[in-house]
């Protein structure tokens, strides 16, 4: 070890020569920085190992087990969210079937009215016609019967300002008979 005075006559000849040695590299105090970076060396390894670290490692345990109970309850939620989903669409799917069925069974229901409507209609526009065509028949018999009476008082009218004597109604019918034939 060197003595002080050397150590003190070293450090006036660095400032007479304007060289300030890097204190760690000086030899001198090489042996007390050892002890004293040896005693803070065992202090920080102490307080690191006994508090900071444990510290450290429960607030990491803590955050491990938060994060792992956080998804187990995001992969539950997921699956619950899946699970409504499935049921919504079956719910969705019954629900478009049953109102098919519903559209379907209202389509039926109106067809047949429909076509029940269209009978009755039906059986009332033949009754109709039917009705209408008697009525052309009578009408048309009585126009008949009317055409010959007309047409034999025609034929009188004629024949009696031809010849200037009335035919009798006999012979009118006769030969009203013969021109029909």
């Known amino acids: 070890m060197a003595s002080p005075t050397h150590s003190a006559s070293t450090a006036v000849a660095n400032e007479v020569h304007g060289a300030i040695a890097f204190p760690p590299f000086e030899s001198a105090t090489f042996a007390s920085q050892i002890f004293w ?29 938060k994060i792992t109970g956080d998804l187990a309850e995001a992969q539950r939620l997921r699956a619950e969210s899946e699970e409504a989903v499935t049921a919504y669409e079956k719910a969705l799917a019954d629900a478009r079937a049953n109102a098919q ?29 039917a009705s209408a065509e008697e009525t052309i028949r009578v009408n048309a018999a009585a126009a008949m019967a009317n055409v010959r009476d007309i047409a034999a008082e025609a034929a009188a009218t004629i024949v009696e300002r031809l010849t200037g004597a009335a035919p009798a109604r006999a012979e009118v019918d006769a030969a009203l008979d013969r021109a029909a034939v």
Do not use: C, G, T
């Open 37 to 65: 970076v040896l005693i803070s060396f065992a202090v920080l390894y102490f307080l690191m190992s006994r508090i900071a670290l444990p510290r450290i490692a429960r607030v990491l345990d803590e955050r491990h087990n």
């Open 101 to 129: 069925a519903i559209a379907h069974q209202a389509r039926e229901e109106m067809a047949a009215e429909f076509e029940a409507r269209r009978k009755a209609l039906e059986a009332d526009l033949n009754q109709k016609i």
